[in-house]
C-alpha cells in the first residue's frame, strides 16, 4: 500500500479527474456562467438533430477481432495532402473567447502541439494573424461564410492565404442563422450584458468573470466590434443567396485545399465532388441550424460509395469520444472534427484542458483499435461497425 501524491494545484487535480468528455462537460458548466456554456452546449429549436446525432454513435455496436499483434497503433494518416497524428481536428467555433480567456490561441497551440488541425471560424474571437502567430508550426484552416458583402468576405480570405492557412472551409448551411432557443432565452449578446441575473449567475464563478475582465476585449476574426444579439449578427452575416457559383468563384482565388461543410445529402455531396473540392464535410452544424436534419453518420456510408474515390469524406457532428471517431473511421469517414468536445475542455480549464480533451480522445481511440485488433486507420473497414437500427425511414 502507498498513499497517493497530493496534487495541489486546484485546475490540475480537477482534470486530472475527467476521464471523459462528459467529465469535462459537467466541470466546464459548473465554471462557466449560463449564457456562455449554453452558446456551446445548445442546438436548434426541440435539439433533436443533436440529440439523434449522439444516439446515432450510441447505436454503434463494434465487431472485434482476436488474436492481433496491437503492441504498437498509428493514428496517424494523410489528410488533404499532410500526415496528421490523429484522426480528428478542432472544428470551427463562433466567440470562444466568450467560453473562456484563452479562447482560440488555447486551442490552436493545443492542436499545434498534438499535430492535428485547428480551425479558425469567421466568428471566432481572435484575428487571423494572432492565431497564425501562436501556433506558426501548426496546422492551421479558415473557416468562411459568405457574407452579403463579397469583397469583406475574400479580404478574409486573402488574410488567411498571406499568413499560411492551408485549408478554406466553406460553410454552406446557414442562409439565415437556426432558431437557438437557449440563446434567446438567456438574452445572448455580444459582448455580454450585465443584468441583475448575469451578476446572480456570476457569483459562483468568480473565476469566469475576472478573466473575461482583466483580459483583452473581444476581437474578432471577421470584425472589428458588434453590439447587440448573437442572432442579430448572424442574420447580419450570413447571406441565403450564395450559390454554386459563389463556389467555384472562391475556389479561382483560394490558393490551398477547399473543404465544402455542411454537406446533407448524397446529390449535393456528388455535385461538389464534380465542382472539384477536395473534401466534402458531412455536416448539419452540431444540431444548430435545422432541426431534424439527417443524422452525418447514417448518411456517412451512401456518401462514400458515391464519392469516396473522388474527394475525401469528412465528418462531424455529435462525436463525444474517441470510440466515435473510430466508428466514423470504420464507417468510410477519411477524417473528424470536435467541437462542443473541444470547447468543453476549454472551459474546464484553458490550454490545460484543451489538451486534456485532446489526451482523452487520443487514449480513447487507441484502445478501441487495439480493442478492435487493428493497428492502423486503414485497417479499419465496415466490417468493424454494426449499425443498430432505430430510426428507419417509413416505406410508402
Known amino acids: 500500500m502507498r498513499f497517493k501524491r497530493p496534487v495541489w494545484s486546484p485546475k490540475d487535480r480537477r482534470l486530472a479527474g475527467a476521464l471523459t468528455i462528459e467529465d469535462l462537460r459537467r466541470i466546464a458548466k459548473r465554471r462557466t456562467p449560463k449564457a456562455a456554456f449554453d452558446y456551446t452546449d445548445g442546438a436548434a429549436d426541440g435539439e433533436v438533430s443533436l440529440a439523434r446525432a449522439r444516439q446515432a454513435f450510441g447505436d454503434v455496436e463494434f465487431n472485434p477481432a482476436i488474436l492481433r499483434d496491437v503492441s504498437t497503433v498509428d493514428t496517424s494518416r494523410v489528410v488533404l495532402g499532410k500526415r496528421v497524428a490523429l484522426p480528428f481536428g478542432i472544428a470551427p467555433t463562433g466567440f470562444t473567447r466568450m467560453m473562456q480567456a484563452e479562447g482560440e490561441i488555447a486551442g490552436a497551440t493545443a492542436a499545434a502541439a498534438a499535430g492535428i488541425p485547428f480551425s479558425l471560424s469567421t466568428m471566432g474571437t481572435t484575428s487571423i494573424e494572432d492565431v497564425a502567430a501562436a501556433a506558426p508550426d501548426g496546422r492551421n484552416w479558415f473557416q468562411l461564410y459568405m457574407w452579403k458583402?463579397?469583397?469583406?468576405?475574400?479580404?478574409?480570405?486573402?488574410?488567411?492565404?498571406?499568413?499560411?492557412?492551408?485549408?478554406?472551409?466553406?460553410?454552406?448551411?446557414?442562409?439565415?442563422?437556426?432558431?437557438?432557443?437557449?440563446?434567446?432565452?438567456?438574452?445572448?449578446?455580444?459582448?455580454?450584458?450585465?443584468?441583475?441575473?448575469?451578476?446572480?449567475?456570476?457569483?459562483?464563478?468568480?473565476?469566469?468573470?475576472?478573466?473575461?475582465?482583466?483580459?483583452?476585449?473581444?476581437?474578432?476574426?471577421?470584425?472589428?466590434?458588434?453590439?447587440?444579439?448573437?442572432?442579430?449578427?448572424?442574420?447580419?452575416?450570413?447571406?441565403?443567396?450564395?450559390?454554386?457559383?459563389?463556389?467555384?468563384?472562391?475556389?479561382?482565388?483560394?490558393?490551398?485545399?477547399?473543404?465544402?461543410?455542411?454537406?446533407?445529402?448524397?446529390?449535393?455531396?456528388?455535385?461538389?465532388?464534380?465542382?472539384?473540392?477536395?473534401?466534402?464535410?458531412?455536416?448539419?452544424?452540431?444540431?444548430?441550424?435545422?432541426?431534424?436534419?439527417p443524422v452525418p453518420f447514417h448518411l456517412l456510408p451512401q456518401v462514400v460509395a458515391a464519392v469516396g474515390n473522388d474527394v475525401e469524406v469528412h465528418l462531424d457532428t455529435g462525436i463525444m469520444s474517441g470510440q466515435d471517431v473510430v466508428a466514423s473511421i470504420a464507417h468510410g469517414a477519411h477524417f473528424t472534427l470536435v467541437g462542443r468536445a473541444y470547447l468543453y475542455g476549454l472551459m474546464a480549464g484553458g490550454r490545460d484542458g484543451v489538451d486534456r480533451a485532446i489526451e482523452i480522445l487520443r487514449g480513447q481511440v487507441e484502445r478501441t483499435m487495439r480493442l478492435l485488433g487493428v493497428r492502423t486507420l486503414d485497417e479499419l473497414e465496415p466490417g468493424h461497425v454494426t449499425q443498430l437500427v432505430r430510426l428507419e425511414p417509413r416505406r410508402l
Open 149 to 293: 458583402d463579397r469583397d469583406r468576405s475574400m479580404a478574409l480570405v486573402d488574410r488567411a492565404a498571406k499568413v499560411g492557412y492551408d485549408t478554406l472551409l466553406v460553410t454552406v448551411d446557414v442562409p439565415v442563422a437556426g432558431a437557438r432557443l437557449r440563446d434567446v432565452r438567456n438574452g445572448m449578446t455580444i459582448p455580454p450584458t450585465l443584468s441583475p441575473r448575469t451578476i446572480v449567475d456570476a457569483i459562483p464563478r468568480p473565476a469566469w468573470w475576472i478573466n473575461f475582465l482583466t483580459t483583452e476585449p473581444l476581437a474578432f476574426a471577421s470584425l472589428d466590434s458588434w453590439s447587440g444579439t448573437v442572432a442579430d449578427l448572424l442574420d447580419t452575416m450570413f447571406d441565403p443567396t450564395v450559390t454554386y457559383d459563389d463556389l467555384a468563384w472562391i475556389k479561382e482565388q483560394w490558393p490551398g485545399k477547399l473543404v465544402v461543410k455542411g454537406v446533407q445529402t448524397v446529390d449535393d455531396a456528388r455535385r461538389l465532388a464534380d465542382a472539384g473540392v477536395d473534401a466534402v464535410l458531412l455536416s448539419n452544424h452540431g444540431g444548430r441550424q435545422l432541426d431534424r436534419a
